[in-house]
């Protein structure tokens, strides 16, 4: 069973440039969470996709979107970046929910920096 | 205002030990409690979870305690093993889940010979 993947692993981008990382969800996944962790932080929940639609986000700006596809892989965009955006970003995917709270597995993340 | 708070931000202890690490939260909301552990360069992976609706959930050398009243869980690993020692995270989640799940800070477990 193939866990969750993202790509790239790093990525080094100017302030004012757009980027765009991708995450793989585990098998027989069908929602896809995104979040930023900081460093000495927790991570931070920036959105959630179900059914290619997003159902739930956090305290991030509209430059963070996103985009879940019929196979349930999702994107991350950034426009505008920010040096406050250089960070670790995960990728999360759950299984279809059976009436409970299901958890999320994580990928190895994509390292942001913004220079 | 942090809704999941970790206030160790380091623990020792010796191999072989019980190690206790703590988690507060604040949301009455919050009704799924998770713990993931953290190696460096990678992602977070997930150990052991609790709902509300217990108090205790255990799985091999991990147990989570969980006292709703005092809005407080616990990460008990007996024994403590050198490959233990990583960032440990607490996290929780809502009804539905699609707001995400809120973590903490991290403790950082250093498992001693």
């Known amino acids: 069973e193939t866990g969750v993947t993202q790509s790239p692993t790093h990525l080094i981008k100017t302030r004012g440039q757009q980027v765009t990382l991708r995450c793989s969800s585990q098998?027989?996944?069908?929602?896809v969470s995104w979040y930023q962790q900081a460093l000495g932080q927790g991570p931070q929940f920036i959105f959630q996709?179900?059914?290619?639609?997003?159902?739930g986000r956090g305290n991030f700006p509209p430059r963070f979107s996103g985009l879940q596809f019929p196979n349930y892989s999702s994107e991350l965009n950034v426009n505008a970046l920010e040096l406050d955006d250089s960070a670790l970003y995960l990728c999360?995917?759950?299984?279809?929910?059976?009436?409970?709270?299901?958890?999320?597995?994580f990928g190895p993340g994509t390292r942001l920096l913004v220079l | 205002d942090q809704q999941v708070k970790q206030n160790s931000p380091s623990l020792s202890v010796q191999e072989g030990r019980i190690s206790i690490l703590n988690c507060d939260y604040t949301?009455?909301?919050?009704?799924?409690f998770l713990w993931y552990k953290k190696y460096p360069a990678e992602g977070p992976t997930f150990l052991i979870s609790?709902?509300?609706?217990?108090d205790k959930n255990e799985d091999g050398r991990f147990t989570v305690f969980l006292n709703k009243s005092a809005k407080h869980l616990s990460l008990h690993i007996v024994p403590s093993q050198p490959g233990d020692s990583a960032v440990y995270f607490c996290?929780?989640?809502?009804?539905?889940?699609?707001?995400?799940?809120?973590f903490g800070k991290g403790t950082h477990l250093i498992i001693q010979p």
């Open positions: 999360a995917s759950s299984p279809p929910s059976g009436g409970e709270q299901e958890t999320q597995y």
């Open positions: 098998s027989g996944h069908n929602t």
């Open positions: 996709y179900y059914r290619e639609e997003e159902n």
């Open positions: 949301n009455s909301m919050f009704d799924y």
């Open positions: 609790i709902s509300s609706i217990k």
């Open positions: 996290a929780a989640s809502g009804v539905g889940g699609a707001d995400g799940l809120t």
